[in-house]
């Protein structure tokens, strides 16, 4: 009977285990590993491979590459901070300010603009903002501006470009906490003598600190692997990691220099999201929840 | 004395609804008042316009002399405990207490110091390194009026604070909140629709109904002298009989009740002869059997359904005429009626000064819904 039972328990599971399981290595664990192990090959004089650790010194050794990736680990910090500055009023303004209907509507249209794809999405941003763009001719015909000026194509344009596509993802997560924080809290905080700057300090933020560090978490992934904005919205000088990783794989055929960089990222990317967890005494567990 | 806070002709409109209507009340330095109402009637709206989270649509409300009208409720010198209490689960029981002195701008040592004595004074001596969670009710209750008290408030407002606590401890702080509010001595304005909490605790009791006040009086004589029909039923338990008024040439009024049995009524000077009116008996006001001889007595023949043994607090259940409505009668700890059988007969007994009549204006409290 244990036995049939057991049996039985082992078949529903490997029916539903095997596909996960298949598409994460198949699609994932071995791939990256693949790419792993291309990242320490080097070919030599002969066209063999061999092993070497060449691809990642090339990294620290030309400038262009670790300022490059500097200059995206700093602008995706910045682009994450402000996601949050706006974010955190936004979905203030949803859980506790607006009833539920307007709440509700505010929400999908937050939630609508991302059933586009991200392309789409920057393109519309384009249109408005580019040379020949809706505000400019708006601009130019009230006679506030002579000609049209070019607003795209400079980091100001990609950092506004990365907080339209990314701020849904901090949104969700904060309103989620922020829902949970009883109202009473701030009237307390309130009626105790506190300002709505002390308030936000002592009592909104840490009660949304988990939800706030999610939404970081995610938006600073986002944008540090993003590939698009930057190339559509950025200038020439606007150059993004992923841009290099790109131009290995696809202009120089250079797999093995590109897996590095790849890996480079992933690796600081995980640090930087640890660091940033053990500052704010957060635990991973609880973030992702 | 001082007024530590006076309201007057506070109304509060929501839209075309109206919460608080034309109330008017002052409360001395040092008292303990309470707001008594059911739900619904306004009470809770008024307590966050004196705290200053609803701005009244007309009137005044004056703390100390001084009107607050306007003023936000972090510059207003009175704190608001919670129904829920509110504390922050993110600060342990020290900093809870510390928030509004440092919000004050206060530090160090002084702080240390003040929150130390308010932890003495509720009764939680080395409890400021414990974290909120780790609180059972009562000592949730008082970590939130430390939190309060320790700021030195003109006037302290609860909001049904006992309201989540279990029958057990809820007597228990009924007793340790009067204690407490006698040895600090700041005045309490206290919201519940606990009738037994405001009579145990408060010096004043004001009576709430949509959003006006029914009669401000001292415990005893909201429960001995009710203002209004309203007040003797939720005030207490009472026995309702309705009837006729008939006043007599010497002014002294009976009442014919609905099986035309005639009873006299003390006190009904401001009632009409003929007047439709509801007579209102006290269970403990009620004789079963009374010795015969004794004049003034008014008698009723009721028929006798059911024991209710509850300790101390034991009632016979007894039925009037056709009505099915029951009668409670206190019952002595003894065991004289046990032999009693249902659908027996027995005698009850009052005397005419122990009861209470008002005109008959239909109110119907929510145990007879």
């Avoid at chain 1, 949803?94 to 999405?121: C, D, H, Q, Y």
């Avoid at chain 1, 300090?201 to 999610?214: A, D, K, Q």
């Avoid at chain 1, 993004?240 to 093995?256: D, K, R, V």
């Avoid at chain 2, 002052?26 to 008594?36: A, N, P, Y």
Wanted: with cysteine.
């Amino acid at each position: 009977m244990t036995n049939y039972r057991k049996h039985k328990i082992k078949w529903s599971f490997l029916v539903f285990f095997t596909p996960v399981f298949l598409w994460l290595m198949l699609l994932f664990v071995i791939p990256n590993l693949e790419l792993f192990r291309l990242s320490f090959l080097l070919m030599d004089d002969d066209g063999g491979m061999v092993f070497s650790m060449i691809n990642y010194v090339a990294f620290f050794e030309d400038s262009v590459y670790w300022l490059t990736f500097a200059r995206t680990v700093g602008y995706s910090l910045v682009v994450t901070i402000l996601v949050l500055i706006v974010a955190l009023p936004v979905s203030f303004y949803i859980t506790k300010i607006a009833n539920i209907k307007t709440s509700g509507l505010l929400m999908v249209m937050i939630l609508v603009p991302f059933w586009v794809s991200e392309i789409v999405r920057v393109y519309g941003l384009m249109l408005l903002f580019r040379e020949s763009g809706i505000i400019n001719t708006i601009l130019v015909n009230m006679g506030l501006l002579k000609e049209p000026i070019e607003m795209l194509y400079n980091d100001a344009s990609m950092i506004m470009g990365l907080i339209y596509t990314t701020i849904l993802f901090m949104i969700v997560p904060i309103v989620g906490v922020m829902d949970s924080l009883d109202d009473s809290m701030i009237e307390a905080a309130y009626d105790l003598g506190a300002k709505k700057k002390d308030i936000w300090r002592t009592i909104i933020i840490p009660h949304c600190l988990p939800g706030i560090m999610s939404g970081c978490i995610v938006v600073f992934m986002l944008v540090l692997g993003n590939y698009i904005t930057p190339s559509m919205m950025g200038g020439k000088y606007s150059l993004w990691f992923t841009q290099q990783i790109y131009n290995q794989f696809i202009a120089y055929l250079n797999w093995n220099q590109g897996a590095a960089f790849g890996f480079l990222l992933l690796f600081i990317s995980s640090f930087v999201i640890w660091a940033a967890l053990k500052l704010t005494g957060q635990k991973l567990t609880e973030v992702v929840k | 004395m001082q007024l530590a806070l006076s309201v007057k002709n506070v109304t509060k409109k929501f839209g075309n609804y109206t919460a608080v209507d034309e109330v008017s009340f002052d409360v001395e330095d040092g008292k303990f008042f309470s707001i008594l109402g059911p739900s619904g009637c306004g009470k809770t709206t008024l307590l966050r316009m004196i705290a200053g989270f609803y701005e009244p649509t007309s009137g005044d409300i004056e703390i100390r002399g001084e009107s607050v009208i306007g003023l936000e409720p972090n510059r207003r010198p009175v704190n608001l405990i919670f129904q829920h209490l509110a504390l922050f689960p993110m600060m342990n029981v020290k900093e809870n207490i510390a928030f509004g002195l440092r919000r004050r701008g206060e530090k160090g040592k002084i702080v240390d110091g003040k929150i130390l004595e308010m932890l003495e004074r509720v009764g939680l001596p080395g409890y400021d390194k414990h974290e909120i969670s780790q609180l059972s009710g009562g000592q949730k209750q008082r970590v939130a009026i430390a939190r309060s008290l320790v700021l030195e408030p003109s006037v302290l407002l609860l909001d049904e604070p006992l309201g989540a606590l279990d029958l057990k401890l809820r007597e228990h702080m009924k007793v340790e909140l009067k204690e407490l509010q006698a040895q600090v001595g700041t005045t309490f304005i206290y919201i519940t629709h606990d009738q037994s909490e405001a009579l145990l605790m408060s010096d004043h009791v004001a009576v709430m109904k949509d959003g006006k006040f029914e009669q401000i009086d001292s415990p005893q004589n909201l429960y001995l002298n009710p203002a209004s029909s309203f007040v003797a039923q939720f005030v207490g338990n009472n026995n309702k009989f309705t009837g006729t008024l008939l006043k007599e040439s010497n002014n002294a009024a009976m009442i014919q009740l609905e099986d035309g049995i005639k009873v006299r009524v003390a006190n009904a000077d401001q009632l009409e002869h003929q007047e439709k009116v509801e007579l209102f008996i006290r269970p403990e006001a009620m004789i079963i059997n009374p010795k015969t001889g004794l004049d003034e007595l008014n008698v009723l023949d009721v028929k006798f359904k059911s024991i209710l043994f509850d300790g101390g607090n034991s009632r016979l259940l007894a039925t009037y005429g056709q009505s099915s409505n029951e009668i409670i009668v206190s019952l002595p700890l003894n065991n004289r009626y046990d032999h009693l059988k249902p659908s027996d007969t027995i005698k009850i007994g009052w005397n005419p000064e122990g009861s209470a009549c008002f005109k008959d204006i239909g109110i119907k409290t929510y145990d007879e819904l």
